[in-house]
């Protein structure tokens, strides 16, 4: 399999973690966003949105958007599961990484970002103020469902998607300076899995991409 | 089991079609967001991220979030099936329904509506241009992935989970003026699927809590 994908981008990311977490080896192909490179002609033609990350199976097929990928890693690698095993946990579990990647992410982006500083002349202040309004608003209602879901990592003691979406978006949102301090359960789960070898091995800085600060 | 949502919801009307195409019998207790039932005590202790919908299955447990609550359907009640038996094939119904809710519906709904209007100042000009450029953008997107996936639906021949969200989203961005004319495979589906019974029923008019326009 190859993963396209780029360093920060926290679709990308969440991946990453899936992959590390079933013990999957992959070889990966940077795609500079910074460059523009996700819309030229030779990615395009492998994911026409346009969008980090994509998989090339190993029969060559190509998927998009992560969650489809972690599904398709999923099936077509069943064991170990980042899935958990009773439906209704399983549930919760997705309703946690669809919260993060419908409600947080998407309002946070470099794009959107981009767009809003350039053609909506957002300063600093109403920048932080969206970013924390809509992505921090997001993630508080995380917050909440961990408190009834959580144990050592957001359902139970046993990481799963709902982990591989909740570290990318905290790693983004203390980047992006969104007050995550009162998210309490959050930063306990965030912490407990930078220290997780899987984690640890899919971080941002680990990657061949990463650029020096 | 019981779906609290309400009739013009786009994740809402997601729920309906999967469960009308699964033939699932369910109890409907409409949440109506123009009065702020979505933010009442009542709600919020179904579901603390104060969204519609909310799935409450039969022992009594909430589910959260729209693809979440259809991926406990298939879990607990998988025949028939809305995803495609094929891995590939799954993991393109899943993309195309995460690019709908990740890229397309977040900037369309009512409370983003809202807030532009009254806390940025949007004029209908630059109303229609940032839903044509985000949730449009998503749409013309998805518009190259089921040119390559389609048949009479967005996956092959048969409606799958991609058709879930698809209609829905269509639904709302011809009621908000988004530009689809140039999407011929997502409209020729669109209007495939308004005579198909199980999209029918699902319809917002056909709810109990439609009001008439």
Chains 1, 2 share one sequence.
Request: glycine share 6%; charged share 20%.
């Amino acid at each position: 399999m190859k993963l396209f994908g780029y360093w920060r981008s926290s679709a990308t990311y969440r991946v990453r973690i899936a992959l590390a977490l079933k013990g999957l080896d992959y070889d990966y192909e940077p795609v500079n966003l910074l460059k523009g490179e996700q819309k030229g002609s030779a990615y395009l033609t492998r994911n026409p949105t346009g969008l980090v990350p994509t998989l090339e199976t190993d029969d060559g097929d190509f998927i998009t958007q992560s969650l489809a990928i972690i599904g398709y890693l999923e099936d077509s690698h069943p064991a170990p599961t980042i899935l958990p095993d009773e439906p209704v946990a399983r549930a919760h579990a997705l309703s946690i990484a669809m919260s993060i990647a419908c409600e947080a992410q998407p309002f946070m982006n470099l794009r959107m970002q981009k767009y809003l500083k350039t053609e909506r002349n957002f300063n600093d202040i109403a920048m932080t103020d969206w970013l924390n309004r809509w992505s921090g608003g997001a993630m508080a209602a995380v917050e909440k469902i961990v408190t009834q879901t959580g144990g050592d990592y957001c359902i139970g003691d046993t990481p799963s998607l709902a982990d591989c979406c909740l570290v990318p978006q905290m790693f983004g949102a203390l980047r992006f300076g969104i007050d995550v301090s009162a998210m309490l359960r959050l930063n306990a789960i965030y912490e407990r899995c930078q220290k997780h070898p899987a984690f640890e091995k899919a971080h941002p800085d680990h990657q061949p991409d990463a650029v020096q600060q």
